[in-house]
């Protein structure tokens, strides 16, 4: 079989081979993300890591993970990108971490299934088309992080209890330090400072380890549900932002697992408080220029309208990446500051599609608000920019702005305005049925959309399936 080509070029190989004689590096560790979104890894040992690596790959049993192969077609291959080496700070033994591409060895090309692979075809694919030739996106990620967490299922009981020194109740609470009093009330956390705000200092903890690993680190802040948090880092390249979403999200796990609390990327863990979404920005560029400023409506041009038109028209289909979770659509209803409602406006931010107020047009994007962070973030950020590619190919325009209140929309308003999907059923249902403009240049294929779908059906299946604590309160007694 042919060798194929490292991602990265010899300088980029032999600065991963520096790295490893600078730290002393014991284990090279390859990262992958599987079709839900969960990074993935296998340590090498430094020994075994040579410059041929890049070109050879690593071969690895593939049908271990889950809406990938049979066990009878098993052998897959992980090629490491030099690009993305950087050191894990939380490994005992000193480990360099370099995210994989996962590659078909009976052919030599990017395995269909791979999420990272789709990524990278929908930045060529905008690339090939003459529209553009850079796809940016900026993600904002929501979390929470609660001192303890149980939960559990089986055939006769289901029951999860969140503790925090935020959340319900731990006004009322004894600790061994004593209890302050000091935390936000419901809906209060956007964003005092100190002493209300306890954990100031884990956030800046969580970014900074997140700047050691090559993040470009921007700000951390409080949001608005008690125990709920947010971190900024820069824009970056679709397939980029996409390696450091997955970055993002293993500082904040393991940074608050050091302080022994727990952080959780579920939209919705508290009920009656706000949920966590990953407000999504968007633009294309074109030789160093930006192409969604103009001079129509908020400064926009008319290919970003057409963006736009695209994104609201397959909003239902986007759902199941975007949105992939049955916990999803426990944010997206009306009253949470949730963007339920299809349109967009630069005033509103309950519009599903925003434009952030700017006077710089290289800073005019469109800021997608339906998302959230149990999305695959190489799957979601690549059908986001298929479906805003096909409103341009189309001209597809997306009609008037919503720059009213929608919360307070008559209802004979709010008829005529399509909403997103109200269940991970309903989203799976849409991508079966509108997936067409994701297939355009191979970037999704119809084997890995079905494949995708099966596996979500299964989480659907279970969480219909199980009674639910509140039914017994509602209806134990009927």
């Known amino acids: 079989m042919a060798k194929k080509p490292a991602a990265g070029g010899g300088s980029d190989i032999s600065k991963v081979m520096e790295m490893i004689k600078e730290h002393s590096v014991e284990y090279v560790d390859l990262r992958f993300t599987d079709p839900r979104g969960k990074w993935q890894h296998t340590a ?93 996106i900026g993600a904002e990620a929501e979390f929470f992080i609660f001192d303890s967490v149980k939960f559990g299922t089986g055939g006769n009981y289901g029951i999860y209890q969140l503790d925090s020194v935020e959340g319900p109740g731990s006004s009322l609470k004894d600790y061994p330090e004593g209890n302050m009093g000091h935390r936000p009330a419901v809906k209060g956390g956007y964003f005092p400072v100190p002493p209300v705000d306890g954990d100031s200092d884990l956030r800046a903890e969580m970014l900074s380890t997140m700047g050691e690993m090559g993040l470009p680190i921007e700000k951390h802040h409080h ?109 997206l209803i009306p009253g949470f500051e949730a963007p339920v409602l299809l349109a967009y406006s630069a005033r509103n931010r309950s519009a599903s599609c925003r434009i952030p107020y700017t006077t710089n047009p290289k800073a005019k994007r469109v800021e997608v608000r339906f998302p ?80 995708y779908i099966e596996l979500k059906w299964s989480e659907v299946y279970k969480f219909e399936h199980t009674p639910h604590p509140v039914e017994f309160e509602m209806y134990y007694s009927a």
């Open 44 to 136: 090498q040992h430094v020994s075994t890591v040579t410059e041929d690596v890049f070109t050879d790959g690593f071969m690895f049993d593939g049908s271990s993970i889950a809406g990938w192969k049979a066990i009878n077609e098993s052998d897959m291959i992980l090629m490491p990108d030099p690009t993305t080496a950087c050191m894990d700070p939380f490994s005992a033994k000193p480990s360099l971490i370099l995210i994989c591409d996962i590659f078909e060895p009976s052919t030599g090309q990017l395995y269909a299934r791979d999420p990272r692979g789709t990524a990278k075809k929908a930045a060529a694919y905008v690339a090939s088309s003459g529209v553009g030739d850079t796809v940016l």
């Open 223 to 331: 949001e608005v549900a008690q125990s709920q948090h947010e971190l900024g880092t820069r824009f970056g390249t679709l397939v980029t932002m996409a390696d450091q979403m997955q970055i993002y999200k293993y500082c904040v796990h393991n940074v608050a697992h050091s302080y022994g609390k727990t952080a959780t990327f579920m939209p919705k863990p508290i009920y009656g408080d706000n949920g966590s979404g990953m407000h999504t920005h968007l633009s294309i560029w074109k030789s160093g220029k930006p192409l969604f400023a103009g001079n129509g409506y908020a400064d926009l041009s008319e290919l970003c309208l057409y963006a736009i038109g695209g994104i609201i028209k397959h909003a239902k289909a986007l759902n199941a990446f975007t949105n992939p979770s049955t916990n999803s659509y426990k944010r």
């Open 372 to 451: 959230d962070p149990t999305a695959n973030p190489y799957l979601a950020y690549a059908a986001l920019t298929m479906a805003a590619m096909d409103g341009i190919k189309n001209k597809i325009h997306p009609g008037d702005p919503m720059d009213k209140d929608l919360y307070d929309l008559p209802p004979e308003e709010l008829k005529g305005i399509p909403t997103v999907c109200g269940s991970l059923r309903e989203a799976l249902q849409s991508l079966a049925a509108d997936h067409e403009f994701l297939l355009a240049g191979d970037v999704f294929s119809k084997e890995q959309i079905e494949s």
